[in-house]
């Protein structure tokens, strides 16, 4: 994506997602950001804005100034895309719409990432992964039978619209090479939960059955969820009635192989609750490295339960270099994850490391035309922030 220009006026995960993207992939983002700075700074050791905000340069205005609409409004003409995450109308009221924006910059690619969207009752809402995950239905399947429903710890939501939403940006770069023509698109994170939850609304609509929570196990197969081993948590996934006989084979289990109950995938999961009681007491006395061992060996899907240490540390993870070491200013040497995918001679690469508040306004706003007096006076004034102070 090299020689496309991107404006982010985005705050949180979504919305940066999105963007770093575009930017691991050559794009030159230029993110957006309060004079105070993006909340995600300043919370959880700032680890959320660092792991989404490299490859992008970064300048500090505020929008609500005549003068930094005229600057942002500047940098929006020379641009391929404008991607923004602030709830539905609020960029309305900062003269900065889809309709004035695509004014000054017909070919705009303008992508708004929000909640709900930009249309139905309740477009004006604010949202966060956990509530649409909740608001999807994802949250009803999640937790153990009979307790509370638990809710996914990462935010998978958010990071789906991200992709979702370079995704329509680059079908809508595609489209403009050959129509010459920008577009709006409106993207949000109930689409993603909903596009998640496809497969058991189908399943609904034909059955009229609603998914239970099953913990960490599945409707189609059992057993197909994590066992307690000797040591730790391990996931066992049994797919079809051949492994299953070589599961119960590898583990001296074959009085279970001939048992009617269990020989049958359908009668496994009607039978679910017996056959997993039966089969967590004989997994106990199995380490985890004997049952990755074993039950590898002959196919079956079998692998610890790891930690975040444990991850950083996995031979495979190393091997993808799916986790990747980037330096910092007061932080030091942190550790980020690679966007996945690339092409066989090279993978994404982390060419500028996350800014620090405001580090690029002098040098952004010197490449949309303005003098170093111009950029003094917005300094003093208030209206921009550099750092380091120039």
């Not at 690679?338 to 010197?366: C, D, K, Y």
Request: hydrophobic share 40%; net charge negative; proline share 6%.
């Amino acid at each position: 994506m090299e020689g496309i220009r991107a404006i982010e006026l985005c705050h949180a995960i979504a919305g940066p997602c999105c963007t770093a993207l575009l930017a691991d992939m050559g794009a030159d983002v230029i993110k957006v950001e309060p004079v105070t700075g993006e909340y995600s700074r300043y919370v959880q050791h700032a680890s959320i804005f660092l792991n989404l905000n490299r490859n992008k340069r970064g300048i500090a205005l505020d929008l609500q100034t005549d003068r930094g609409h005229e600057l942002v409004l500047k940098l929006i003409a020379k641009s391929d895309v404008l991607v923004e995450s602030f709830t539905p109308g609020t960029l309305d009221k900062l003269g900065l719409s889809y309709e004035v924006v695509s004014k000054e910059n017909p070919a705009i690619i303008y992508c708004s990432v929000s909640g709900f969207g930009h249309s139905g009752p309740y477009q004006k809402r604010h949202a966060v992964d956990p509530l649409v995950q909740a608001m999807s239905g994802m949250l009803s399947m999640m937790g153990e039978p009979g307790h509370p429903p638990i809710r996914i710890g990462p935010p998978t939501i958010d990071f789906g619209t991200g992709v979702f939403g370079a995704y329509n940006i680059v079908l809508a770069l595609l489209n403009r090479q050959k129509s010459g023509q920008g577009q709006r698109i409106d993207i949000a994170l109930l689409d993603t939960a909903a596009y998640y939850m496809g497969n058991f609304i189908a399943d609904y609509s034909i059955s009229g059955q609603i998914p239970a929570p099953l913990g960490s196990g599945s409707s189609l197969f059992v057993p197909y969820q994590v066992f307690q081993a000797k040591d730790r948590f391990v996931f066992i996934g049994v797919y079809d009635d051949d492994t299953w006989k070589e599961f119960c084979r590898i583990l001296g289990l074959e009085d279970l192989a001939g048992n009617p109950n269990y020989a049958t995938n359908e009668n496994r999961c009607k039978n679910r609750h017996e056959l997993v009681k039966i089969l967590s007491k004989v997994l106990q006395q199995h380490s985890s490295d004997e049952l990755v061992a074993k039950l590898t060996a002959i196919d079956v899907l079998c692998g610890p339960v790891l930690d975040v240490s444990d991850v950083i540390d996995d031979p495979q993870v190393k091997d993808r270099k799916l986790v990747i070491d980037v330096d910092y200013p007061y932080t030091g040497t942190i550790k980020v994850t690679r966007t996945p995918g690339g092409f066989p001679a090279e993978v994404p690469q982390i060419r500028l490391r996350p800014p620090l508040l405001g580090e690029h306004t002098n040098q952004i706003m010197r490449e949309a035309g303005y003098t170093k007096a111009d950029i003094d006076s917005f300094i003093n004034d208030g209206i921009v922030f550099q750092y380091p102070i120039l």
